[in-house]
């Protein structure tokens, strides 16, 4: 019997020097440094320079990565003149698909596979990728589209670009956090996707465009909008219990719990609680907060065994929902944070390039002959 393995579960097809992952300990970790530390100590403007180029920077290094960051932050008014023609109430993750791939035809250089193009381009959709999320969200509910500021880091200029208010420095940080724990996370399906299409010697932004299709999807990045459409339903935290418990009863899956890798929670899903905790316990414990901690708890007493524990999605959506972002932005924010992982996880990749073409075990027919249409049932 031939073995398949579904989903490519445990599947090795490349070597990486960026992410570790432990599922069974809930280890974490990017050029072998812990995502805590990350968390802690880093920046997403650090994080990602690190994956780019697989190693930590220098301060001399960070410093000119950042004012080329800075640099690239306005897109071409083409751009914002095609996000502002795209009909009202689409998906968000929609029109940053349509985006993503606008942007390559308006960039002279987006045909160039060269290494060097691809990291030029790289650095510039990181940029441009949190002007072009704000500006959707503006254009969307009918609001002027902000202008970038260089005064302020990757994760406040965002929030200042999406509102039009600026940030409190508390806030920029915890979104710089969220971008943080997000950016990268091995070979899962958006990066697989955008490997994938690399490994035809696509071009950059057809890997881009091709990742972000994968991640909006509910079993991936589209869980973090799934779990708040599941909190809208549950209401308020009191019915919380039977809800999950009925859920679980009746083998419905539950969003923002289990993982292919993670048999044991999830580290940046702990870095999350602990945020959305400290803004609970400071504000006062919203129902999200609430309905929450109730689901956790149950998941976790009658799925742990089965290694059903909260993923990264799980609390993120409480963390974004307090900064007061709208849960159709929940994924687009995950693609702003992962577009550094997927850059990085290409430009690797297409070093040592092979095309990806797994197969299947064939089950049709066999030695069929053409049926003429008028002889057919
Ligand atoms: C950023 C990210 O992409 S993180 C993941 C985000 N996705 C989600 O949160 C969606 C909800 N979770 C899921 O759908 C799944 O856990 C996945 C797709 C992420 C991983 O699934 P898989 O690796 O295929 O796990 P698999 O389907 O084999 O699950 C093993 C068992 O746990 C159960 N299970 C898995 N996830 C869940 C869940 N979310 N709720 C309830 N039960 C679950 C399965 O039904 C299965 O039970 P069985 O053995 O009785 O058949
Ligand atoms: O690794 C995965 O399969 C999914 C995930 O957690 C991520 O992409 O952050």
């Known amino acids: 019997m031939t073995e398949i393995a579904k989903g490519l579960e445990g599947v090795l097809f490349t070597e990486s020097k960026l992410t570790f992952i432990n599922g069974s300990e809930g280890i974490l970790t990017h050029l072998g440094i812990p995502i805590q530390e990350w968390a802690e100590n880093s920046t997403f403007e650090e994080l990602s320079l690190a994956l780019?180029?697989?190693?930590?920077?220098?301060?001399?290094e960070l410093a000119a990565f950042d004012a080329e960051l800075k640099a690239n932050r306005a897109v071409p008014d083409a751009l914002l003149d095609v996000i502002r023609a795209m009909p009202r109430g689409v998906?968000?993750?929609?029109?940053?698909?349509?985006?993503?791939?606008?942007?390559?035809l308006l960039d002279p250089q987006s045909e160039d596979t060269s290494e060097a193009a691809r990291r030029a381009i790289s650095v510039r959709m990181i940029a441009q990728f949190a002007t072009i999320i704000a500006a959707?969200?503006?254009?969307?509910?009918?609001?002027?589209?902000?202008?970038?500021?260089?005064?302020l880091n990757h994760a406040g200029n965002f929030l200042y670009m999406l509102t039009g208010k600026e940030p409190t420095p508390e806030q920029s940080r915890l979104f710089d956090i969220a971008l943080v724990l997000h950016a990268d996370h091995g070979m899962n399906a958006s990066t697989f996707t955008a490997i994938a299409?690399?490994?035809?010697?696509?071009?950059?932004?057809?890997?881009?465009?091709?990742?972000?299709?994968?991640l909006k999807g509910p079993l991936h990045g589209g869980a973090n909008e799934a779990v708040m459409d599941m909190l809208d339903e549950v209401g308020t935290p009191d019915k919380a219990e039977a809800y999950i418990t009925d859920k679980l009863d009746?083998?419905?899956?539950?969003?923002?719990?289990?993982?292919?890798?993670?048999?044991?929670?999830?580290?940046?899903?702990?870095?999350?609680?602990?945020y959305a905790e400290h803004v609970a316990n400071k504000e006062g414990k919203s129902n999200y907060y609430?309905?929450?901690?109730?689901?956790e708890k149950i998941v976790v007493d009658r799925m742990g065994a089965k290694g059903i524990y909260p993923n990264v999605d799980f609390y993120s959506g409480t963390v974004y929902s307090d900064l007061g972002i709208r849960k159709e932005y929940f994924t687009?924010?995950?693609?702003?944070?992962?577009?550094?992982?997927?850059?990085?996880?290409?430009?690797e990749y297409t070093r040592d390039n092979r095309l990806l073409r797994p197969d299947a075990v064939y089950t049709g027919a066999k030695d069929a002959h053409y049926v003429p249409m008028k002889d057919r049932q």
């Open 290 to 295: 609430q309905i929450l901690e109730t689901i």
């Open 197 to 214: 299409t690399a490994s035809t010697l696509s071009d950059m932004y057809s890997c881009v465009t091709s990742a972000i299709g994968a």
């Open 136 to 151: 959707i969200n503006r254009a969307q509910e009918g609001q002027d589209i902000v202008a970038p500021r260089m005064d």
């Open 91 to 104: 998906h968000p993750m929609q029109a940053l698909r349509t985006a993503a791939s606008y942007l390559g």
């Open 52 to 60: 780019l180029d697989a190693k930590l920077p220098s301060a001399a």
């Open 332 to 347: 687009p924010i995950f693609a702003l944070a992962r577009i550094s992982g997927w850059c990085a996880s290409v430009i």
């Open 250 to 274: 009746h083998k419905v899956k539950i969003m923002g719990v289990g993982h292919r890798v993670y048999k044991y929670f999830d580290p940046r899903s702990r870095v999350l609680r602990d």
